[in-house]
């Protein structure tokens, strides 16, 4: 069965900062995707970056960018320059077909 | 194209009752993904089609529920004899080449 765990259930960081959201998996498939998702209060799932396992490069996207460790099966995400927009929880995911989400982490950014 | 667009937002039923509940992806996506999310968790996965063909239907909650895309258009998901326990937010998502969309979900609420 695949597992996504994200160990921090909120994180709270200064406006401008840097901040990195933790995320493991498990799983035994050998082509997947991994993502990270924000949904604020309004509740929509917005994608923030996506990763393709076979990829050895990491994805950036502007003030977001991942660290994944295949071996490790670890995917955070580093968000630097932290907006107050940045504010919502922040969801794991890993999968093909059917995605697997971990519990989230809650952003805090102190203004 | 708007992107995904679910029908109801909102829908309150009294526990017994059957609901359905609507979702058009965008109309490129050849896939659709229903998921179901409770508070405090990220969305648990039940079933998609790609196109109109369900590949995966075991991780529906129970023989309760039920999801059709009749014309690999919109689908549909119901759930027969409601239960308190079913109150939560669904969430479709379609996808292309595995660059998923979410839908802002249907709340239900069962009384």
């Known amino acids: 069965a695949q597992t996504v765990t994200q160990s921090q259930p909120e994180m709270s960081v200064q406006e401008a900062e840097t901040v990195t959201l933790s995320c493991t998996y498990d799983?035994?498939?050998?082509?997947?995707?991994l993502f990270w998702y924000k949904q604020p209060p309004s509740r929509q799932m917005i994608l923030v970056i996506r990763?393709?396992?076979?990829?050895?490069q990491n994805a950036t996207e502007n003030r977001f960018s991942v660290n994944f460790q295949k071996a490790a099966k670890s995917f955070s995400l580093k968000i630097s320059d932290s907006q107050l927009g940045d504010a919502a929880m922040y969801f794991c995911?890993?999968?093909?077909?059917?995605?697997?989400f971990g519990k989230g982490t809650h952003l805090i950014i102190q203004p | 194209d708007t992107g995904v667009s679910q029908d109801p937002r909102h829908k309150i039923t009294k526990r017994g009752q059957n609901v359905t509940f609507r979702c058009d992806p965008i109309?490129?996506?050849?896939?659709l993904y229903w998921y179901r999310q409770t508070l405090g968790q990220g969305p648990e996965f039940l079933t998609y089609?790609?196109?109109?063909?369900?590949?995966?239907k075991s991780r529906l909650l129970s023989d309760r529920f039920s999801a059709e895309r009749p014309k690999g258009s919109f689908s549909t998901l119901e759930i027969q004899r409601t239960e308190q326990g079913d109150s939560a937010m669904y969430l479709c998502?379609?996808?292309?080449?595995?660059?998923?969309?979410f839908g802002s979900g249907t709340r239900l609420t069962v009384v």
């Open positions: 990763q393709e396992a076979y990829k050895q």
């Open positions: 109309s490129e996506h050849n896939r």
């Open positions: 799983t035994s498939e050998s082509d997947y995707y």
């Open positions: 089609f790609q196109n109109e063909a369900q590949l995966e």
């Open positions: 995911a890993q999968g093909s077909d059917g995605l697997t």
């Open positions: 998502a379609s996808s292309f080449n595995y660059g998923y969309t």
